[in-house]
């Protein structure tokens, strides 16, 4: 079965700080790849997401992961962080051909202003 | 835009009750999923349903049942609420590669949420 692992359970981070949260998954075969966000009383909303092609993906408000296959990683970045960005941030990972998606435990992150 | 309703936003049970989560989607997806939040755990999946009447276990099923008489209604069931059962509870729901005749495009798997049940068990 697969599992993901995101090793930063809370990360801070002033304004206009560099992110990058880890984000490790396991699974032999050919997965998708998704990272959620959980903003403070919101529903779990899509970030971004990797299906197959460019392993550099752009989501919204300015966030970027990239697939690196032979690492098993789908790390998430956003050059410079903004106060709205304090959330709940979620790995997943979807294997090709299943329809079961499994999360990472999440990490929190708090932009201070 | 799909949507992704939860009948309740905050619950309040004893033990042993019976509690009965409801969720409904818009979108005809034929994939509908009961998950729990628990803080440092992440989300973990309870049961998921592919079909009318299909149902099949996540990880945590233990203390659960659940209900899909229609497409887009999906109940989770708590025979016997417990303390332990104390969670926010997310339903979602996504199209399904199973479809056979319908071209299903790779990327349109992604799972769209509801905005979940805090239940609490005294």
């Known amino acids: 079965a697969q599992s993901v692992s995101q090793h930063n359970h809370h990360v801070i981070l002033s304004e206009a700080a560099s992110l990058e949260l880890g984000c490790n998954y396991s699974?032999?075969?050919?997965?998708?790849l998704f990272w959620y966000v959980q903003y403070p009383g919101q529903h779990l909303q899509l970030l971004l997401k990797?299906?197959?092609?460019?392993?550099l993906v752009k989501g919204i408000k300015g966030f970027e992961a990239e697939f690196i296959k032979s690492k098993f990683s789908f790390n998430l970045r956003k050059p410079s962080v903004q106060w709205s960005d304090t959330a709940e941030y979620f790995c997943?990972?979807?294997?090709?051909?299943?329809?079961?998606?499994?999360f990472g435990t999440g990490t929190r992150l708090t932009i201070i202003p | 835009d799909v949507k992704v309703t939860q009948s309740s936003r905050y619950l309040v049970k004893r033990t042993g009750e019976k509690v009965f989560l409801e969720c409904v989607q818009d979108?005809?997806?034929?994939?509908m999923f009961w998950y729990r939040q628990d803080p440092g755990l992440g989300l973990r999946l309870i049961y998921f349903?592919?079909?009318?009447?299909?149902?099949e276990k996540g990880d945590i099923p233990e203390g659960y049942s659940v209900s899909r008489e229609k497409k887009e209604r999906f109940s989770l069931i708590l025979e016997s609420a417990s303390t332990n059962q104390t969670s926010m509870y997310l339903c979602?729901?996504?199209?399904?590669?199973?479809?056979?005749?319908?071209?299903?495009?790779?990327?349109?798997?992604?799972?769209?949420f509801g905005p979940g049940t805090r239940l609490t068990v005294l």
């Open positions: 979108m005809d997806h034929e994939n």
């Open positions: 699974y032999g075969g050919t997965v998708n």
């Open positions: 997943a990972v979807l294997p090709l051909r299943n329809e079961k998606l499994t």
């Open positions: 990797y299906f197959s092609g460019d392993p």
């Open positions: 349903s592919y079909d009318v009447k299909m149902k």
């Open positions: 979602a729901s996504s199209l399904s590669r199973r479809v056979f005749g319908r071209k299903i495009p790779n990327d349109y798997n992604e799972q769209f």
